[in-house]
């Protein structure tokens, strides 16, 4: 019942973020979407390269989509870390944040953390990260760190954006519960 009404729950808000997305573009992309968003601007000093040419590629776009759609609509975790990785773009926050979403889901911690931190050494300010590391430091019984998290959220979302709802309720559950968000 509790996960039906989470699916219940996710796809009202994907419909939400769908139908008033030109109005929050740069929100949705902040906080993670079917859509990744562009690097952030690096240092005319370092030698990199142009990080953003496939982000507007319509190629580029529908594969990420159809990987978004393997974890979201699908569940089937697997197939969108192939997905995500024949991307060859685990420099972009979104890419790297859905892997390491993806590994957390499939129990394989160690692969996720390191796709978390990947995505925000690409974009310390990627508000799914954020949220989804702090799932992650809760799962791992680090409810300090998983605060830390939640702070960071707050900090840049605020807190009545979703992804400080889900860290925050996630963290009033009782320790010890066994319960994997």
Same mark, same amino acid.
């Given at each position: 019942?509790?996960?039906? =009404?989470? !699916?219940? =729950? ?16 740069? +929100? ?6 079917d ?12 030698? +990199? ?15 990420? %989509?159809? =990987? *978004? ?15 995500l990785?024949?991307?060859? %773009?685990? &420099?972009?926050? &979104? ?8 590994? %957390?889901?499939?129990g394989?911690? /160690? ?16 508000? !799914? ?7 992650? /430091?809760?799962?791992?019984?680090? !409810?300090?760190? =998983? +605060? ?6 707050? /900090? ?8 400080? %709802?889900?860290l ?12 994997v *968000?």
């Amino acid at each position: 019942m509790k996960k039906s =009404a989470i !699916r219940i =729950a996710t796809l009202a808000l994907f419909s939400m973020a769908v139908a008033s997305g030109p109005l929050l573009l740069s +929100k949705a992309y902040a906080a993670g979407s079917d859509t990744p968003s562009s690097p952030p601007a690096s240092d005319s000093s370092k030698k +990199k390269k142009d990080k953003s040419s496939s982000i507007e590629d319509p190629k580029f776009l529908a594969a990420y %989509r159809t =990987a *978004y759609t393997s974890i979201y609509d699908r569940g089937d975790y697997a197939t969108a870390i192939e997905q995500l990785k024949a991307l060859n %773009r685990e &420099d972009v926050a &979104d890419v790297a944040n859905l892997i390491g979403y993806s590994y %957390r889901k499939l129990g394989n911690y /160690q692969a996720s953390k390191q796709y978390y931190e990947q995505a925000l050494a690409d974009d310390p300010n990627h508000v !799914r990260t954020w949220q989804y590391y702090g799932l992650w /430091q809760l799962e791992q019984g680090n !409810r300090e760190q =998983a +605060k830390y998290h939640l702070d960071k959220v707050a /900090q840049l979302a605020g807190t009545n954006s979703t992804e400080y %709802r889900s860290l925050a309720d996630a963290l009033e559950k009782q320790p010890g519960t066994g319960l994997v *968000y």
